[in-house]
């Protein structure tokens, strides 16, 4: 049964860095996703099983960073030179793979599991 675990987050100044992580079970493609009080979930990266291909988003292409470990089962997305408007729940989501690689790894629907989110927060 495909389970994801979601770690770090945390509090920085701008310009900082922070990182957070998404272990899951099984072999699965891998989203982040972010949601700002009173905005709707956005996608800000994602990466398929293998780790072979990427996306970003406006949100992440010149600051953040997706990649996986050697064994596929932990995503990391590390994030750089964050601003006071990245500050969010950041969500990991993860889709089986009998599913297919067909989709839009950047949409909230694509999904089937969910982790409980991980605050980011930036201030100074």
């Known amino acids: 049964q495909l389970q994801l675990v979601e770690a770090g987050g945390g509090s920085v100044q701008p310009g900082g860095r922070l990182r957070v992580s998404c272990e899951v079970t099984e072999r699965a493609h891998v989203a982040w996703f972010r949601q700002i009080p009173g905005k709707e979930r956005e996608g800000v990266a994602c990466i398929s099983s293998d780790g072979m291909k990427k996306f970003t988003t406006d949100i992440s292409r010149d600051r953040f960073t997706i990649h996986r470990d050697s064994a596929k089962t932990t995503m990391f997305l590390q994030m750089n030179d964050l601003r006071p408007e990245d500050t969010a729940i950041y969500y990991c989501?993860?889709?089986?793979?009998?599913?297919?690689?067909?989709?839009?790894?950047?949409?909230?629907?694509?999904?089937?599991?969910w982790g409980q989110g991980t605050q980011v927060t930036v201030s100074s």
């Open positions: 989501a993860a889709r089986r793979l009998i599913r297919g690689p067909n989709f839009d790894c950047l949409s909230n629907r694509a999904y089937d599991l």
